[in-house]
């Protein structure tokens, strides 16, 4: 195995979202939206993902901006982690 490929599976997916929900311990769920085109009408669409992730502090609030990182999976459907809270909720 060369640096080269090590570095390319190093590369972790960085995704932002917004906590819709903090009820769980250590546990977040972040939207993420996404613009994709259509592929066969070629219109904008906006689809919405939800990740589960570990904060391990309890810190983010319902409604923050957050940034997540993936990582190995945590639980059965945990695989994301929080890295940095970007904007508090208002």
């Not at 901006?65 to 508090?88: A, C, F, H, Q």
């Amino acid at each position: 195995m060369t640096a080269e490929t090590t570095n390319e599976r190093s590369q972790r997916k960085v995704r932002e979202g917004i906590v819709s929900s903090d009820k769980m311990d250590c546990t977040l769920v972040v939207s993420v939206h996404d613009r994709v085109r259509h592929p066969k009408y070629g219109k904008t669409v906006q689809r919405t993902k939800k990740l589960y992730v570990h904060d391990e502090k309890n810190e983010a609030k319902l409604g923050d901006r957050v940034r997540v990182v993936e990582t190995r999976p945590l639980s059965k459907t945990k695989r994301w982690r929080l890295v940095e809270i970007l904007e508090r909720a208002r």
